[in-house]
């Protein structure tokens, strides 16, 4: 069974920087497409990065030129760096990880870590 377990979060003043990790366990790390979620208060959950199989990556518009997400392989290992960060950043950041096999699919979550964005 796929486990997932971020760490990295906090309470940060407006335009600083975080790193969120996730360890992957359980399965094979490189067949899984990883991705970090959040979700906000009184928001849904939404996509804020991810990083295929083939390191090939995505982000949401709020986040472009700010967060970059990365794997490693060796390690299990996605992590997801935050600069210039604003308080509409302020979450609860997931780790997920995402396989697709023909019809097939297995979509797994971490538990989550707060980031708190505030002067």
């Known amino acids: 069974q796929v486990q997932l377990a971020e760490s990295g979060g906090g309470s940060v003043q407006p335009g600083e920087s975080l790193t969120l990790s996730c360890v992957f366990s359980?399965?094979?790390?490189?067949?899984?497409?990883m991705g970090w979620y959040r979700q906000g208060p009184g928001r849904e959950r939404e996509s804020v990065a991810n990083i295929t199989v083939s390191d090939t990556t995505k982000y949401v518009d709020s986040v472009k030129g700010r967060f970059t997400i990365a794997r490693d392989n060796n390690k299990n290992t996605v992590t997801l760096e935050m600069n210039n960060l604003s308080p509409e950043d302020t979450a609860v950041y997931y780790c997920s990880a995402d396989r697709k096999r023909g019809s097939a699919r297995w979509q797994y979550w971490g538990q989550g870590t707060q980031v708190t964005v505030s002067s």
């Open positions: 359980g399965s094979i790390f490189s067949l899984y497409n």
